[in-house]
């Protein structure tokens, strides 16, 4: 089946640097990824879309020059959490669809839970 | 506003005490509405997606079910292993690809 692979699945991070989070499709490609912030006993908030070779599209309150997405290749996305701040400790977890217009699954990475100190 | 309401939010049942589970929607037009299962700390694991009002799908002790306002997630005879946080999402016409998460049920099922 689809998998996708989210690393790291734990970092902790000092206030003001940055830290990069990997998504990969391991066995298909998507066309689309999507990552979403997870607070706890909340739900998955939808942060923004990518698409391969083009600007991600942004929810609205999401500051695209703080979390910066890249979405280089059909298997690979990167979120970039620049100058991280305690508020940005949270679970970030990436998705991927593939498929076609009636085949749209969609498979979650395992997320990646950021602490700030 | 496309939203998605998910009851109740906490669920305990003893091994064997068949429940149900609800998801209320209200979208602009349904492409699809999803059901996934998560465990503490990790990511959403696929169950099930229904397309039309009427359709129905199985697996294992969990059946789901949609009609044209919600879905329902039938658990009969839950395990221990059952219990997690069950998430349901739509894709609707007004949200392009993304889906809209609802905001889970946790089930905790006891031996």
């Known amino acids: 089946g689809a998998v996708v692979s989210q690393h790291p699945s734990r970092v902790i991070c000092k206030s003001g640097t940055s830290v990069k989070i990997e998504c990969r499709s391991l066995?298909?490609?998507?066309?689309?990824m999507f990552w979403y912030r997870q607070f706890p006993k909340q739900s998955l908030m939808l942060m923004a879309t990518?698409?391969?070779?083009?600007?991600?599209?942004?929810e609205q309150g999401v500051e695209k020059d703080k979390f910066l997405i890249n979405h280089a290749s059909l298997t690979l996305s990167t979120l970039t959490v620049t100058s991280a701040h305690p508020e940005d400790s949270s679970f970030y977890i990436c998705s991927a669809r593939m498929g076609g217009p009636m085949n749209y699954g969609y498979t979650f990475g395992s997320g990646t839970r950021l602490t700030v100190v | 506003e496309d939203q998605v309401t998910q009851s109740p939010e906490a669920l305990r049942l003893q091994e064997g005490e068949s429940s149900s589970l609800n998801c209320s929607y209200t979208?602009?037009?349904?492409?699809?509405l999803f059901w996934y299962r998560q465990d503490p700390g990790k990511g959403p694991e696929f169950l099930f997606t229904l397309y039309s009002a009427g359709e129905e799908k199985e697996k294992e002790r969990l059946k789901a079910t949609l009609t044209k306002k919600e879905s329902f997630l039938h658990i009969t005879a839950p395990k221990p292993e059952d219990s997690a946080t069950y998430l349901c999402?739509?894709?609707?016409?007004?949200?392009?690809?993304?889906?809209?998460f609802g905001k889970g049920t946790t089930l905790s099922v006891s031996s």
């Open positions: 066995d298909f490609q998507a066309t689309t």
């Open positions: 999402a739509v894709q609707a016409d007004q949200a392009g690809t993304a889906l809209i």
């Open positions: 979208v602009s037009g349904l492409r699809g």
């Open positions: 990518s698409n391969e070779g083009s600007k991600a599209t942004y």
